[in-house]
Each structure stands twice: as C-alpha cells, then as structure tokens.
Nanobody
Framework: QVQLVESGGGLVQAGGSLRLSCAASGLTFSSYAMGWFRQAPGKEREFVAVITKGGGSTYYSDSVKGRFTITRDNAKNTVYLQMNTLKPEDTAVYYC????????????????WGQGTQVTVSS
C-alpha cells in the first residue's frame, strides 16, 4: 500500500530553520506531483508548496515564498521542504501529499497523504 512518512519536525526559535522530509513507498513516485500542506490549531488545512513530478517547477503560497524551498529526489522517493527564517505563524502540523501526474493547490485533489509532522516556532 502507499505510504508517505514525514520527518524532521520539531521546536525551533523564530528565525531558525528546519528541513522536513517525506519518504514515499508503494507508488511510482516520479509519476506524482508532491505537495506540502499545513494545518494550525483551529484553522483549515492550507497549501504551502508543490513540485512537479519531474521536479522542474515549483509553486509556493505567498506566505512562505522566499523562505521555504521544496525539492525532490526521485531516486530516493523523497520530497523535502527546507524552511528558513521561520516565524511563529508557521507553527502547524505539516503534511506531505501526492497527486497523480499534475500539480494542484487544492488539498481535496490529492490522492495520498502522510500522517503529518509537528512544527512549532517559538517567539
């Protein structure tokens, strides 16, 4: 079965950095666009970033553009989210998700989801 397993979350001070990883198995990874979403307490899940199946294009929400970078390694079936200059408002559970073939900013259009990893940014 398909599994997406996130790692790398934790507690960091404002201005710090974290690198999230999402290891995928059970799917043809290079056929899937990979996205990162996040959900803060009491808020809806929101789009953060997405990368095309080949890794040639990336898209970001305005709130993270210039601070976060999404990359992927299709040989390792892994997608990454490098998060720099973190802010307290970045605190959330971060989820990776896989969507067959094409990118989307809409969470309901994704086929598979990981269990999430907590990121907490202290002020």
């Amino acid at each position: 079965q398909v599994q997406l397993v996130e790692s790398g979350g934790g507690l960091v001070q404002a201005g710090g950095s974290l690198r999230l990883s999402c290891a995928a198995s059970g799917l043809t990874f290079s056929s899937y666009a990979m996205g990162w979403f996040r959900q803060a307490p009491g808020k809806e899940r929101e789009f953060v970033a997405v990368i095309t199946k080949g890794g040639g294009s990336t898209y970001y929400s305005d709130s993270v553009k210039g601070r976060f970078t999404i990359t992927r390694d299709n040989a390792k079936n892994t997608v990454y989210l490098q998060m720099n200059t973190l802010k307290p408002e970045d605190t959330a559970v971060y989820y990776c998700a896989a969507r067959y073939y094409s990118v989307s900013f809409v969470s309901s259009l994704y086929n598979y989801w990981g269990q999430g990893t907590q990121v907490t940014v202290s002020s």
